[in-house]
């Protein structure tokens, strides 16, 4: 069965740093990554992707510079490296699986969702 499981979330100062892993499991199929999150109160928002040959990358503006996303397909897993960490980055991260290899950054294009990691930045 297809399943895609987020670690990595914790608690970390405002200038820290958290790197993010995701594994994908039961996917017969080349695929494309990307990371979302959703803050309290708010819509969950695109942050950044990756295709399946990890030669394309998409990053969201609130991120750009901060985050580097990368993957390792031969582990079956995507990462999230986010540096100088500021409160607003405050949410639970998602990473999502699409039937593609082409990356995107709608939340409507990806096919399989993990349960969330809590990413927790303080002032």
């Known amino acids: 069965q297809a399943q895609v499981v987020e670690s990595g979330g914790g608690l970390v100062q405002a200038g820290g740093s958290l790197r993010l892993s995701c594994t994908a499991s039961g996917l017969t199929f080349a695929y494309a990554m990307g990371w979302f999150r959703q803050a309290p109160g708010k819509e969950r928002d695109f942050v950044a992707s990756?295709?399946?040959?990890?030669?394309?990358?998409y990053y969201s503006d609130s991120v750009k510079g901060r985050f580097t996303i990368s993957r390792d397909n031969a582990k079956n897993t995507v990462y999230l490296q986010m540096s100088s960490l500021k409160p607003e980055d405050t949410a639970v991260y998602y990473c999502a699986a699409r039937a593609n290899v082409v990356a995107i950054i709608t939340r409507g294009g990806y096919d399989y969702w993990g349960q969330g990691t809590q990413v927790t930045v303080s002032s």
């Open positions: 990756i295709s399946w040959r990890g030669d394309t990358t």
